[in-house]
């Protein structure tokens, strides 16, 4: 099993701050996944990085993949309460996603 | 496109019955699913991948006699939690692919609670 590890485990933010969530692994993934999850639903895929100091950037938020391809950071800029959500990141080895235990993010108005 | 529907999204069950759970997908054929299981604050863990007309593989610690899976169409893969216990309560997502190595879709998932 390919441990993901992902920090901080919950964040709760005022509307407006920046927030950056952490996805560490000892293993090295072919590809990394961020995904947000609603209560009761299944996860959403925001975005894949593939490639070892990948950036990519959606609107507001802002992803980056490791030079080693161990680890991975999620960056919100002026979070809105609509940002609130489970954040998971997931790696990709072969086939199968190796997900980390998620980020619960609380953005209050 | 790429819907991935899951039913039933809630069932309660008594402890020694069995429930199937319905994983379709809804605009695209998916020849692999994947099944995963998800505790409170926790994260995803997949138990089983299923390619269309092939027998599941299981991962490492998934009772294969416990969690039987059928994928029997490009569209349709079943779970059934067979002699369900209290500690087999849990929320169960599926996943839908148009291969092993493409984007795997989710569904809704289902709230399993056995009494």
């Known amino acids: 099993t390919q441990l993901l590890e992902q920090s901080p485990q919950f964040l709760s933010i005022q509307e407006g701050e920046n927030l950056t969530v952490y996805c560490n692994s000892s293993?090295?993934?072919?590809?990394l996944q961020w995904y947000r999850q609603e209560p009761g639903e299944g996860p959403v895929l925001l975005v894949t990085?593939?490639?070892?100091?990948e950036v990519k950037k959606l609107k507001r938020l802002t992803f980056q993949f490791g030079d080693a391809r161990k680890d991975s950071s999620l960056h919100i800029t002026a979070a809105q309460p609509g940002d609130t959500g489970l954040y998971l990141c997931a790696g990709v080895s072969d086939y199968k996603l190796s997900f980390g235990a998620g980020t619960t993010v609380t953005v209050r108005a | 496109g790429a819907v991935v529907s899951q039913h039933p999204s809630r069932v309660i069950c008594k402890s020694g019955t069995s429930v199937k759970i319905e994983c379709r997908s809804l605009d695209f054929q998916a020849t692999t699913m994947f099944w995963y299981r998800q505790f409170p604050k926790k994260s995803l863990m997949l138990m089983a991948t299923s390619n269309e007309g092939s027998k599941a593989t299981y991962e490492q610690g998934v009772e294969k006699d416990k969690f039987l899976i059928n994928h029997a169409s490009l569209t349709l893969s079943t779970l059934t939690v067979t002699s369900a216990h209290p500690e087999d309560s849990s929320f169960y997502i599926c996943?839908?692919?148009?291969?092993?190595?493409?984007?795997?879709?989710f569904g809704p998932g289902t709230r399993l609670t056995v009494l």
């Open positions: 990085v593939v490639t070892g100091g």
């Open positions: 293993s090295v993934f072919s590809s």
């Open positions: 996943s839908a692919s148009f291969d092993s190595y493409n984007e795997q879709f």
